[in-house]
């Protein structure tokens, strides 16, 4: 892997440089259309349906799962890194659409049974110490009466991780992805065809790409406390724009799922944030 590749390129703390990197994107949008997911080892029993993966189970020295639909899904990469450095046994229980909350969705009759199933696992697996959630912030949401869209959403998630057994001590919230823009892939395979820069080229503005994200901000009024924010948005954006490629790798493949690529090199600054939090406490 080259110097300053994918997230290394934006690490506040060890600046790093690497200009060769500039005119390229790995993999290319068209690769990344057809890059698989990161691997994850079927768990025939489970209920809802999981994968496992860091180390296994008895070679750990402490278990942690990922929950959430598609945009908890695409984490696994770098959450994979932080499991294998620190002998994490990881669980992944994921439904596309279906975000981890107990608000009725606009997916309802797809998750409807989800989270409780998610949530019952966790009760009958008190072995779990962490958990990881994320969402797509535009999951939709059927507003509650006498509630605003904003309030449901985030009473939703608060009532799910209430609901959490208190044998899981930890809820980190991984704030979502920026959004691209549906011609960035056009955008960036032309700019690196003609030898352009394709983050100058193709960016898009910050408050266009990094949309609200309610369980973020729920993350900030959980009142038992175990909710942390764990916003890693900085080494994608800077303050006006939001790059498609960074260090030369794809960060977004499609419209909001990130590259298992650029995933992975997020991995050591996703293990940094847990450090930070867990330190603060």
């Not at 984490?75 to 596309?96: C, D, M, P, Q, T």
């Amino acid at each position: 892997m080259p110097a300053c590749f994918g997230a290394a390129a934006r690490d506040r703390l060890q600046p790093c440089v690497n200009p060769d990197l500039d005119r390229g994107a790995t993999p290319s949008p068209y690769e990344a259309a057809l890059e698989p997911g990161e691997p994850c080892e079927r768990i025939s029993t489970a209920k809802p349906p999981a994968c496992s993966f860091g180390v296994a189970r008895a070679q750990a020295v402490t278990s942690v799962a990922l929950l959430g639909d598609s945009h908890s899904t695409h984490w696994r990469a770098a959450l994979a890194h932080v499991a294998r450095k620190r002998r994490w046994h990881g669980v992944s229980i994921n439904r596309n659409l279906c975000p981890l909350t107990l608000a009725r969705t606009t997916n309802h009759e797809r998750c409807k049974g989800w989270t409780r199933g998610v949530l019952r696992w966790l009760r009958n697996h008190r072995e779990v110490k962490a958990v990881f959630v994320s969402a797509n912030a535009i999951s939709g949401v059927r507003v509650a009466r006498g509630r605003s869209h904003g309030e449901t959403k985030v009473d939703g998630y608060l009532r799910a991780w209430q609901a959490i057994p208190s044998s899981v001590r930890e809820i980190f919230v991984l704030r979502d992805v920026p959004h691209s823009r549906g011609d960035t892939a056009e955008c960036v395979t032309s700019a690196v065809r003609h030898g352009h820069n394709p983050s100058v080229r193709c960016a898009r503005p910050r408050e266009r790409a990094l949309l609200r994200d309610l369980e973020a901000a729920a993350a900030e009024q959980d009142p038992a406390d175990r909710a942390q924010l764990i916003d890693l948005s900085s080494y994608m954006c800077d303050d006006e724009q939001c790059m498609p490629v960074i260090g030369g790798a794809l960060v977004i493949k499609d419209i909001g799922h990130m590259t298992r690529t650029f995933a992975r090199t997020l991995g050591p600054y996703l293990g940094r944030e847990v450090d930070r939090l867990r330190s603060a406490r």
